[in-house]
């Protein structure tokens, strides 16, 4: 599948607050600075062209429903602040209900940095700022005077609802935007805000600036006081593929964390090196680690998948795994399943938080005014034949709790070693 999730602000925002890259700033808030009339010409050129250009739009959301959104947008235009009218775009597209269809309207927003992640008792914080870190740790419970459940019933029109745990990817990302929170009225301005944070028996507030995105500097994830050293998983997730052999255990793990190609070594190489480790050692497991991997190009994974065809014993059964987790996505989800059909891997770990059919391939144009750009698929992905379910469950499904995550445990690694 060529494509990656979400090309609106999130591929943007997930490098940024990971390693410090994305967009050249523009300031604070990063207004566009239309007349209603330039925003109703943008808006009428989106309305004209995205049905025409997409595979097929209204395979959920009624046409008659998108038609009622830009009228009801157009005629609100003369009283909307800027930020308004972006977040108006993104629900209108959000609505649509395709996840590889978007509009990059809050790309440029100004980012608070720190980094949440959504387990099942609430958002906590994962990484941050120096001067934010005792936050670390810690349960989100307010915005400014909003409450965290207020602010997620709020976020949710943003998401495009493929299944629920869209949520669960996206809303963590929203919760760091400035442009969000003002225009969804939790915050006042997109300077600075109040975090309320739960801890232990204790709750305090953290007023936190919201930086450029070329100003976030670097966000750290140890936790004050911590012991645990990095689980394997979460140890470098910014190379997009490496590999370790597990000498105590005969193992070898192999994260793909992106399916693009590394300037400093192609992937190709890379399997060769993978392959040379494997024939010169004895190996009782190998396991694909693709929890981090949103997509990118689908036939990347080729020679890995005809090397592991050309050696059985690298693939007898109960021996070959895949990890997965909600933010295996797109072509990472399809290599996910092409490593079941084809090679026989068990799945492990949590669900994707895409359907396994699905729309993408992605093409794009601007609009004429705000310079935006609209990405729309423009292929239908087909990857089961029994029917359309929301997600693909893992063979066994092994959840990450609060407690396993800053305790510096991974279970899924666990049940595959101890199984």
């Given at each position: 599948m060529k494509s990656v999730r979400r090309k609106r602000w999130f591929p943007y925002l997930f490098?940024?607050?990971?390693?410090?890259?994305?967009?050249?700033?523009?300031?604070?808030?990063?207004?566009?600075?239309?007349?209603?009339?330039?925003?109703?010409?943008?808006?009428?050129?989106?309305?004209?062209?995205?049905?025409?250009?997409?595979?097929?739009?209204?395979?959920?959301?009624?046409?008659?429903?998108?038609?009622?959104?830009?009228?009801?947008?157009?005629?609100?235009?003369?009283?909307?602040?800027?930020?308004?009218?972006?977040?108006?775009?993104?629900?209108?597209?959000?609505?649509?209900?395709?996840?590889?269809?978007?509009?990059?309207?809050?790309?440029?927003?100004?980012?608070?940095p720190i980094r949440f992640r959504q387990f099942q008792d609430g958002y906590y914080v994962t990484a941050a700022r120096a001067e934010y870190r005792r936050a670390i740790g810690a349960r989100l419970v307010k915005i400014g005077d909003t409450d965290i459940k207020e602010v997620y019933r709020r976020l949710i029109p943003l998401i495009p609802l493929e299944n629920y745990l869209m949520i669960v990817i996206e809303s963590?990302?929203?919760?760091?935007?400035?442009?969000?929170?003002?225009?969804?009225?939790?915050?006042?301005?997109?300077?600075?805000?109040?975090?309320?944070?739960?801890?232990?028996?204790?709750?305090?507030?953290?007023?936190?600036?919201?930086?450029?995105?070329?100003?976030?500097?670097?966000?750290?994830?140890?936790?004050?006081?911590?012991?645990?050293?990095?689980?394997?998983?979460?140890?470098?997730?910014?190379?997009?593929?490496?590999?370790r052999y597990l000498d105590d255990s005969h193992v070898l793990y192999i994260q793909y964390n992106s399916c693009n190609e590394m300037d400093s070594l192609s992937f190709a190489d890379f399997t060769k090196r993978v392959m040379d480790k494997a024939?010169?050692?004895?190996?009782?497991?190998?396991?694909?680690?693709?929890?981090?991997?949103?997509?990118?190009?689908?036939?990347?994974?080729?020679?890995?998948?005809?090397?592991?065809?050309?050696?059985?014993?690298?693939?007898?059964?109960?021996?070959l795994y895949v990890l997965t987790g909600n933010s295996t996505f797109s072509s990472g989800l399809m290599n996910t399943l092409q490593f079941k059909s084809i090679l026989g891997a068990r799945i492990i770990g949590e669900p994707s938080a895409q359907k396994p059919n699905t729309y993408g391939d992605l093409r794009s144009f601007d609009l004429p005014n705000s310079g935006m750009t609209v990405s729309y698929s423009v292929q239908y992905y087909r990857q089961v034949r029994w029917g359309n379910p929301a997600w693909i469950a893992p063979d066994v499904t092994v959840k990450t709790t609060t407690e396993d995550y800053f305790s510096g445990r991974d279970p899924v690694m666990e049940w595959v070693l101890n199984n």
């Amino acid at each position: 599948m060529k494509s990656v999730r979400r090309k609106r602000w999130f591929p943007y925002l997930f490098l940024f607050l990971l390693f410090g890259v994305g967009p050249p700033s523009v300031g604070i808030s990063a207004e566009v600075g239309l007349t209603p009339e330039q925003w109703k010409e943008d808006l009428d050129f989106l309305a004209e062209n995205l049905p025409k250009a997409h595979k097929n739009l209204f395979f959920r959301l009624p046409k008659k429903d998108f038609e009622a959104q830009v009228k009801k947008i157009s005629e609100s235009l003369p009283g909307m602040s800027d930020i308004e009218v972006r977040i108006a775009l993104e629900k209108l597209i959000a609505s649509i209900g395709d996840d590889h269809t978007n509009i990059n309207a809050l790309s440029y927003s100004a980012l608070y940095p720190i980094r949440f992640r959504q387990f099942q008792d609430g958002y906590y914080v994962t990484a941050a700022r120096a001067e934010y870190r005792r936050a670390i740790g810690a349960r989100l419970v307010k915005i400014g005077d909003t409450d965290i459940k207020e602010v997620y019933r709020r976020l949710i029109p943003l998401i495009p609802l493929e299944n629920y745990l869209m949520i669960v990817i996206e809303s963590p990302l929203k919760l760091t935007c400035a442009d969000v929170l003002k225009g969804l009225h939790v915050l006042p301005d997109t300077d600075e805000g109040i975090f309320h944070f739960e801890k232990g028996d204790r709750i305090y507030s953290m007023k936190i600036k919201a930086y450029p995105r070329d100003q976030q500097g670097e966000l750290l994830d140890h936790m004050d006081g911590a012991s645990h050293k990095k689980p394997l998983y979460l140890s470098d997730r910014k190379a997009n593929y490496w590999f370790r052999y597990l000498d105590d255990s005969h193992v070898l793990y192999i994260q793909y964390n992106s399916c693009n190609e590394m300037d400093s070594l192609s992937f190709a190489d890379f399997t060769k090196r993978v392959m040379d480790k494997a024939d010169s050692n004895p190996v009782d497991k190998v396991i694909l680690d693709m929890r981090h991997n949103s997509g990118g190009a689908s036939w990347l994974i080729n020679p890995l998948l005809e090397a592991m065809k050309a050696r059985p014993n690298l693939r007898r059964k109960n021996r070959l795994y895949v990890l997965t987790g909600n933010s295996t996505f797109s072509s990472g989800l399809m290599n996910t399943l092409q490593f079941k059909s084809i090679l026989g891997a068990r799945i492990i770990g949590e669900p994707s938080a895409q359907k396994p059919n699905t729309y993408g391939d992605l093409r794009s144009f601007d609009l004429p005014n705000s310079g935006m750009t609209v990405s729309y698929s423009v292929q239908y992905y087909r990857q089961v034949r029994w029917g359309n379910p929301a997600w693909i469950a893992p063979d066994v499904t092994v959840k990450t709790t609060t407690e396993d995550y800053f305790s510096g445990r991974d279970p899924v690694m666990e049940w595959v070693l101890n199984n």
